[in-house]
């Protein structure tokens, strides 16, 4: 037995103290960049996310959707593995049929379906407006467009057909496959569309292109996309099907793969790296995790994982503390992690980027771990929150809330996550099923986060984020100082805020 010389802390338990600020630390000049994936030292990342914020590999948060508009942001987002293989290839492949600014089209309806049927899809995609082919799929004869300010369920009866109050495809601005992305944008804005479909010669849609995605583009400027164009996308995988399941996931086109698992100090993580190292080479990236301190960090790292996340027990919706007494204090498990992720690269001169994962609970949580030397942070119920997540929009006494379940809980039953060898189901429970507080859209949030995270840098006298780790001067949080942080912030009373 060896008990550690530490107190397990939270990152509740820093603040930051300032430093001087100067001239240069402006919000334009702070870059947030973060690499993704291993490399040597002094050379750039394969991979580089232009913001460093990731989806974790969960059900209620990685949808195709959350994926997409996390890569326009400049995040990245992990379809998660509790699901077919077929399945999670077929989101994965989903995903990388969108170019930056050329949408494959998602939302699609045939001609001959109802006004009901339209209304209802649109409304559980929580969209305004689909693509009418003549197959309903997304390549199939372009026939028009369909928006909700096209009828009105009070107005117009729900049995008519579609085709009765599209806009046909002759009366619309369409455009050639061979149009670049600039002109593509000049027609959204010289005929005032919303919506520019792109169709070839044979009729066929190609895909379209937004004006919302033009204006996100201009906010955020630097998407995750590949040599293409297309968006990049991760994809969890775990150590038991990982022989079939991962070459079908290359094949979807994943960029980046994450063993998911809740423990990830274990001989089947260092397999499952071994098999990828073996078959597939550098060619496409694969993390592990979680651990919380060095001597996991190293193990996974001499097996060849591209980044290792840290993080036991933090999970908003994680009782595995409670039912295991396994896990450490996300702040503890940071330094211990950090400090072996910089000595590894002093030794080896590679370097393995690290990923803080789960109990981010708000804004300035974010800014303790980057500080504490994280390079990326991977979150749940902060995504769960928007309108672009998976799960169902409810109301409960006039709020609205998203539903949000881990991935142990008795809906997920993710055997494969918290497996211990033996039968293949959940033994006892992780996770807990609940509800989070609905917070609008992804981008208005993603927005206010990077101003918050940069504020905090200019504070702490620093323009990157390895400067931020390298300068941050913390000081660790009495409980007396803790409680007036809370009451304050219960003084504000506002339960609307973010993050909450
Ligand atoms: P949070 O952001 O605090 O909601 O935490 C999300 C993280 O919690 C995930 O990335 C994962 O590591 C962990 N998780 C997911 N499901 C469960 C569970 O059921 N215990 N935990």
């Known amino acids: 037995m060896k008990i550690l010389d530490e107190t397990s802390r939270t990152l509740n338990e820093y603040l930051l103290v300032p430093n001087l600020t100067t001239e240069d630390c402006t919000p334009g000049n702070v870059d947030l960049s973060a690499p993704l994936v291993r490399h040597r030292l002094g050379e750039q990342s394969p991979i580089?996310?232009?913001?460093?914020?990731?989806?974790?590999?969960?059900?209620?948060?990685?949808?195709?959707?959350?994926?997409?508009?996390?890569?326009?942001?400049?995040?990245?987002?992990?379809?998660?593995?509790?699901?077919?293989?077929?399945?999670?290839?077929?989101?994965?492949?989903?995903?990388?049929?969108?170019?930056?600014?050329?949408?494959?089209?998602?939302?699609?309806?045939?001609?001959?379906?109802?006004?009901?049927?339209?209304?209802g899809l649109l409304q559980a995609a929580e969209r305004d407006i689909a693509a009418v082919t003549d197959d309903g799929t997304p390549h199939g004869t372009f026939l028009g467009l369909i928006s909700t300010r096209d009828f009105h369920p009070k107005r117009h009866d729900l049995n008519d057909?579609?085709?009765?109050?599209?806009?046909?495809?002759?009366?619309?601005?369409?455009?050639?496959?061979?149009?670049?992305?600039?002109?593509?944008?000049?027609?959204?804005?010289?005929?005032?569309?919303?919506?520019?479909?792109?169709?070839?010669d044979t009729g066929r849609l190609e895909s379209i292109v937004l004006r919302r995605d033009y204006e996100l583009h201009k906010t955020f400027r630097n998407e995750t996309i590949d040599s293409d164009k297309r968006?990049?996308?991760?994809?969890?995988?775990?150590?038991?099907?990982?022989?079939?399941?991962?070459?079908?996931?290359?094949?979807?086109?994943?960029?980046?793969?994450?063993?998911?698992?809740?423990d990830g100090y274990s001989v089947w993580q260092r397999n499952t790296l071994q098999?990828?190292?073996?078959?597939?080479?550098?060619?496409?990236?694969?993390?592990?995790?979680?651990?919380?301190?060095?001597?996991?960090?190293?193990?996974?790292?001499?097996?060849?994982?591209?980044?290792?996340?840290?993080?036991?027990?933090?999970?908003?919706?994680?009782?595995?503390?409670?039912?295991?007494g396994i896990g450490r204090g996300q702040a503890s498990a940071l330094i211990d992690v950090v400090a072996e992720r910089d000595a590894y690269a002093k030794e080896t001169g590679i370097y393995i980027p690290i990923c803080c994962d789960g109990g981010l609970l708000s804004d300035y949580h974010?800014?303790?771990?980057?500080?504490?030397?994280?390079?990326?942070?991977?979150?749940?119920?902060?995504?769960?929150?928007?309108?672009?997540?998976?799960?169902?929009?409810?109301r409960v006494n006039g709020q609205l809330f998203k539903e949000y379940w881990g991935e142990g809980s008795q809906?997920?039953?993710?055997?494969?996550?918290?497996?211990?060898?033996?039968?293949?189901?959940?033994?006892?429970?992780?996770?807990?099923?609940?509800?989070?507080?609905?917070?609008?859209?992804?981008?208005?949030?993603v927005t206010m986060t990077i101003a918050k995270l940069k504020a905090t840098m200019i504070s702490c006298g620093s323009t990157t984020l390895r400067a931020f780790h390298e300068n941050a001067v913390l000081v660790p949080v009495s409980h007396q100082s803790y409680l007036q942080n809370t009451a304050e912030i219960q003084l504000r009373d506002r339960p609307s805020d973010p993050g909450q």
């Open 161 to 200: 057909s579609v085709e009765s109050r599209m806009q046909p495809a002759k009366s619309l601005v369409v455009a050639d496959p061979s149009i670049s992305l600039s002109h593509a944008n000049a027609m959204i804005w010289d005929h005032r569309l919303d919506v520019l479909p792109v169709v070839a």
């Open 231 to 262: 968006f990049r996308v991760g994809a969890g995988v775990n150590t038991h099907d990982y022989q079939e399941r991962i070459p079908a996931l290359i094949r979807a086109g994943a960029d980046v793969l994450c063993i998911d698992s809740s």
């Open 411 to 445: 809906r997920a039953r993710n055997w494969s996550r918290y497996d211990q060898g033996g039968e293949q189901h959940l033994v006892f429970e992780e996770g807990v099923d609940g509800y989070v507080p609905y917070a609008g859209s992804l981008y208005d949030t």
């Open 48 to 119: 580089r996310i232009a913001v460093p914020l990731v989806s974790a590999i969960m059900g209620a948060v990685s949808s195709p959707r959350m994926t997409i508009s996390l890569a326009q942001c400049g995040g990245f987002g992990f379809i998660h593995h509790n699901q077919p293989i077929t399945a999670q290839a077929e989101m994965v492949s989903n995903v990388k049929q969108h170019k930056a600014g050329f949408r494959h089209s998602d939302i699609n309806i045939k001609p001959t379906a109802t006004l009901g049927e339209v209304a």
């Open 366 to 394: 974010m800014a303790i771990a980057f500080a504490l030397g994280t390079d990326f942070i991977m979150l749940g119920r902060y995504f769960a929150r928007f309108t672009e997540s998976p799960t169902k929009l409810v």
């Open 275 to 324: 098999y990828v190292k073996g078959e597939f080479g550098d060619q496409t990236p694969i993390g592990a995790g979680n651990v919380v301190d060095g001597r996991a960090f190293r193990y996974l790292a001499d097996a060849g994982a591209d980044f290792i996340k840290v993080g036991i027990g933090g999970g908003s919706i994680c009782i595995t503390r409670d039912q295991k």
